[in-house]
């Protein structure tokens, strides 16, 4: 039986294209804009879903809301977000968006559009349309059966 995370098995393959892409965004955001790469999913869902809690954003990426407090943590102390209290319900916490936060955004989309370019620039047109149908297919599998918590945005 083929070794499941072997170069040639689609975990494999996945794995290494992910590892890449990472390493890509990684140089070109944490070095000169003290951004992770982990953090770049965060803002992009605040920019569209601003003042959400930090567990509706855990939910919405798919991580511990560990994790996420200390990915806000860190985007706080660098001036990305803010966090407000709920004025219902002072309990939760509302994440915002600074305005440095929407203008280091406008440098992101490229880095994030570059990557995809990389990405897809040896496939065809068509060849593309059908890696996004099929990897949407795989994705809401995935989501249906092994997901419950998972957002249908995320």
Do not use: W
Not at 28 to 38: A, D, I, M, Q, S
Not at 47 to 73: C, P
Not at 111 to 140: F, G, R, Y
């Amino acid at each position: 039986m083929q070794d499941i995370l072997g170069t040639h098995s689609v975990l494999g393959i996945l794995n290494s294209i992910q590892r890449i892409v990472y390493k890509f965004v990684h140089e070109r955001t944490l070095k000169e804009f003290n951004v992770h790469p982990g953090q770049i999913p965060i803002l992009f869902l605040l920019k569209n879903n601003s003042g959400l809690s930090q567990k509706e954003i855990a939910k919405r990426i798919g991580v511990e809301q560990g994790t996420i407090a200390i990915m806000l943590r860190r985007m706080e102390k660098n001036k990305l977000i803010e966090r407000v209290s709920d004025e219902k319900d002072r309990r939760i916490t509302r994440v915002y968006l600074t305005k440095s936060a929407f203008e280091l955004l406008e440098t992101l989309s490229g880095i994030v559009k570059e990557a995809e370019n990389l990405i897809l620039e040896s496939l065809s047109d068509e060849e593309c349309k059908e890696l996004k149908k099929l990897l949407e297919k795989i994705q809401m599998s995935l989501k249906e059966k092994l997901v419950d918590n998972y957002s249908k945005e995320a």
